[in-house]
């Protein structure tokens, strides 16, 4: 799974990369270094005119026919496996596919048996490109039990990890290359035979351990640049 992530700008240096019109007030956007379930992030999808788009979506998907947003922060991964069958994902794989701009993830490594030991976590970055380009789902949701707001909100796809991070997690999110970026975003897309293609694993990554501070969570959640420097775990 991924369950936190790093995204650094400034916005040109995104809008540049992936080739994308910023829509959000980019006088809101900040740097940060751990990403956490239901806030919101940006993600590059194809809007209704048929353009590249930045936009802000929740992180956790929340399905068009859900009775409540309480869900959200479970469905904050979805696994390629079953992405295009599963309930909560099939039509939003199907129909609404985007990317999620990462400059890194973080991981967390189980220590051996009766060790007694804390997870180690890991920073996993690309070693080519400048931004993980993460596969994920959209959907749309309406709260129409009281002021009709649109809630708009996104998930990451995951798979079986590379043969290097093997040693770190059971899982990776899927990475989109830039040369299947126009056929993976094309909403007019909808052969599952062919986009179920793109959910495969990259060994485009570095990776190496770094403080337990980034696992805090709620008011112990740290978002800070010193989260992503190297610490030996010995």
Not at 26 to 39: D, G, L, R, V
Not at 63 to 90: C, M, Q
């Amino acid at each position: 799974m991924c369950g936190r992530y790093v995204l650094e700008g400034p916005v040109s240096r995104l809008t540049t990369y992936f080739d994308a019109r910023h829509t959000e007030d980019q006088s809101q956007f900040n740097n940060s270094y751990n990403i956490a379930p239901t806030t919101q992030v940006p993600v590059v999808r194809i809007n209704r005119e048929g353009e590249r788009v930045i936009l802000n979506h929740i992180w956790g998907l929340i399905p068009y026919w859900a009775k409540d947003i309480t869900g959200s922060a479970k469905l904050n991964n979805a696994r390629g496996e079953t992405v295009h069958e599963k309930p909560s994902f099939r039509t939003a794989f199907k129909k609404f596919r985007c990317l999620i701009p990462a400059s890194g993830y973080y991981e967390w490594q189980a220590p051996p048996e009766r060790s007694g030991s804390r997870k180690q976590p890991f920073y996993i970055y690309p070693n080519k490109t400048p931004y993980f380009a993460m596969a994920g789902v959209c959907d749309h949701w309406i709260d129409r039990t009281t002021s009709g707001e649109l809630f708009m909100s996104t998930a990451i796809i995951t798979t079986e990890p590379c043969e290097k991070l093997k040693q770190v997690h059971d899982r990776m999110p899927v990475m989109i290359p830039k040369e299947n970026w126009a056929e993976w975003l094309d909403p007019k897309n909808q052969d599952l035979i062919s986009l179920r293609q793109f959910v495969s694993t990259s060994d485009a990554v570095n990776f190496h351990a770094v403080s337990f501070d980034v696992s805090g969570a709620g008011k112990n959640r740290v978002d800070s640049e010193v989260l992503i420097k190297n610490k030996d775990p010995r």
